[in-house]
């Protein structure tokens, strides 16, 4: 009996080091999705100091969504080549680099420069994300990696219902009154940089939290993790793979989706058909349900207002996701992905065919559907891909584009048929997702829609 005890006291000390990590793991994906929320409530701010339409403001998601794609198969070769832990650390480091960027952005008073400062920060974004996806499916028992990652970005949805409330609080404490176009080009540029200004120390302080978050995931480089294999970041050999291909296609329109209702919520909530006359009185209320909570008087504005209601998109996929985490565990993942993708399609068409409090409460109500969608693409399309996870995990990555294609097409959308009808771009997208759910609860496993062989892979 004696020479197992070793054995048992290693495989103790694993299983408490996966339990750490998974917990680390949570921290990560509440960071970036703080991060990446935020963008939702500058959209509106940007779009009134720049004077931009639609289709120029989702440039931000553009430029956002666009470092997936341009990082993600570089991401996928550093985790090969230093390991998972590192490369988050270096990822944490990138995004420090991006927030600091705002400040002299703020200060050049230019939008091309606010454009690379959020490129440089989703850079960040990426390459933690191409980590911690595989990482967090992989702590544990294969059968509930879906449950598992589920529940990882339930933390992810934490911070996505805090961030509208920070950023409703902080970065639209100002409004969202649009800068006189017409000023002469000294005074215009002098009134942007004043109202850009008021962006800089909020990211500040947000680099310095994510710099803190780098040193732990520094000093826990060493807990004992499954190795990731060298690689040089190639997808090529995985091209075969129709589960992981229509996967990457199914990413592809759900952060489309996702990011395009998000993006344009408050400009939504703000149109006259919608909650536009009713906001100042939510914010009114609002302000008083503050001022009840933590003492004085806290007005809100309307923007203010349609800000915090973003709260609740978010807070019904935190809710989802905690949920989700139990029901994957019991039903098949595919089916529990095409139900939800379906009704978050009929919500889509219900708000953007409808006004007033019809229109608003259906389109809040599609973050609650949205919730299982990703980590349940995620972890079909991976699969049964054993040391090909980083590079599969990469390739899905770099399909979070479509979190830059879809907004950008939404926006022209909406600038030519309006906003509500511009909602068409994200319910074809839910058709899709909710496609590949059917096709992979069809399967019985990876098997049936997993490999086509092409060349010498096996």
């Known amino acids: 009996m004696t020479p197992s005890a070793p054995g048992r006291t290693?495989?103790?000390?694993?299983?408490?080091?996966?339990?750490?990590?998974?917990?680390l793991m949570m921290g990560l994906f509440f960071?970036?999705?703080?991060?990446?929320?935020?963008?939702?409530?500058?959209?509106?701010?940007?779009?009134?100091?720049f004077s931009?339409?639609?289709?120029?403001?989702?440039?931000?998601?553009?430029?956002?969504?666009?470092?997936?794609?341009?990082?993600?198969?570089?991401?996928?070769?550093?985790?090969?080549?230093?390991?998972?832990?590192?490369?988050?650390?270096?990822?944490?480091?990138?995004?420090?680099?991006?927030?600091?960027?705002?400040?002299?952005?703020?200060?050049?008073?230019?939008?091309?420069?606010?454009?690379?400062?959020?490129?440089?920060?989703?850079?960040?974004?990426?390459?933690?994300?191409?980590?911690?996806?595989?990482?967090?499916?992989?702590l544990g028992d294969q059968a509930t990696s879906s449950a598992r990652l589920t529940l990882a970005q339930a933390f992810n949805s934490v911070a996505t219902m805090v961030g509208p409330l920070f950023g409703s609080a902080v970065l639209l404490a100002h409004g969202v009154a649009a800068i006189d176009p017409h000023l002469s080009g000294r005074d215009l540029t002098a009134a942007r940089g004043d109202a850009a200004a008021s962006l800089t120390l909020p990211y500040l302080g947000i680099a310095a939290c994510l710099g803190v978050l780098a040193l732990v995931c520094w000093m826990a480089r060493r807990w004992h993790v499954a190795a990731a294999a060298a690689?040089?970041?190639?997808?090529?050999?995985?091209?075969?793979?129709?589960?992981?291909?229509?996967?990457?296609?199914?990413?592809?329109?759900?952060v489309g989706a996702e990011v395009s209702i998000g993006s344009a919520m408050i400009n939504y909530l703000l149109q006259e058909q919608v909650l536009g006359p009713r906001l100042p009185a939510v914010g009114e209320f609002l302000g008083h349900v503050a001022g009840?909570?933590?003492?004085?008087?806290?007005?809100?504005?309307?923007?203010?207002?349609?800000?915090?209601?973003?709260?609740?998109?978010?807070?019904?996929?935190?809710?989802?996701?905690?949920?989700?985490?139990?029901?994957?565990?019991?039903?098949?993942?595919?089916?529990?992905?095409?139900?939800?993708?379906?009704?978050?399609?009929?919500?889509?068409?219900?708000?953007?065919?409808?006004?007033?409090?019809?229109?608003?409460?259906?389109?809040?109500?599609?973050?609650?559907f949205n919730s299982i969608q990703f980590p349940a693409i995620f972890t079909l399309a991976i699969e049964g891909l054993g040391d090909d996870t980083p590079e599969g995990s990469g390739l899905l990555c770099l399909a979070i584009v479509g979190g830059a294609v879809v907004p950008l097409a939404t926006g022209f959308a909406a600038d030519n048929v309006g906003l509500s009808l511009a909602l068409g771009v994200p319910f074809v997208c839910y058709l899709w997702v909710a496609t590949y759910g059917m096709l992979t609860a069809r399967s019985a496993g990876p098997a049936r829609l997993a490999r086509v062989t092409v060349g010498s892979h096996p």
Request: hydrophobic share 55%; net charge positive.
């Open 52 to 138: 931009l339409s639609y289709t120029e403001v989702m440039l931000t998601q553009f430029c956002y969504f666009l470092a997936y794609f341009l990082i993600s198969s570089p991401a996928g070769w550093l985790i090969g080549k230093i390991g998972y832990l590192r490369a988050v650390t270096v990822g944490l480091l990138v995004m420090v680099a991006g927030c600091a960027l705002f400040t002299p952005a703020a200060h050049l008073a230019s939008y091309p420069a606010f454009l690379g400062a959020l490129f440089v920060l989703a850079s960040g974004v990426t390459i933690v994300q191409v980590a911690a996806n595989p990482l967090t499916a992989n």
């Open 31 to 49: 960071a970036f999705g703080f991060c990446t929320v935020l963008v939702d409530t500058l959209i509106p701010r940007l779009k009134a100091i």
């Open 292 to 368: 009840q909570m933590f003492g004085g008087i806290h007005p809100v504005s309307g923007a203010q207002a349609a800000a915090d209601l973003v709260s609740v998109y978010w807070g019904g996929a935190m809710i989802g996701r905690f949920i989700g985490a139990s029901v994957l565990q019991r039903v098949r993942p595919g089916l529990v992905l095409a139900v939800c993708a379906i009704v978050a399609a009929l919500l889509a068409a219900i708000s953007g065919l409808n006004t007033g409090a019809i229109a608003a409460v259906a389109i809040l109500a599609v973050g609650l």
């Open 10 to 23: 290693t495989a103790a000390g694993r299983d408490s080091n996966s339990r750490r990590l998974l917990g």
């Open 231 to 254: 690689t040089g970041g190639s997808f090529r050999h995985l091209l075969g793979n129709r589960r992981l291909m229509l996967g990457a296609l199914s990413i592809f329109a759900y």
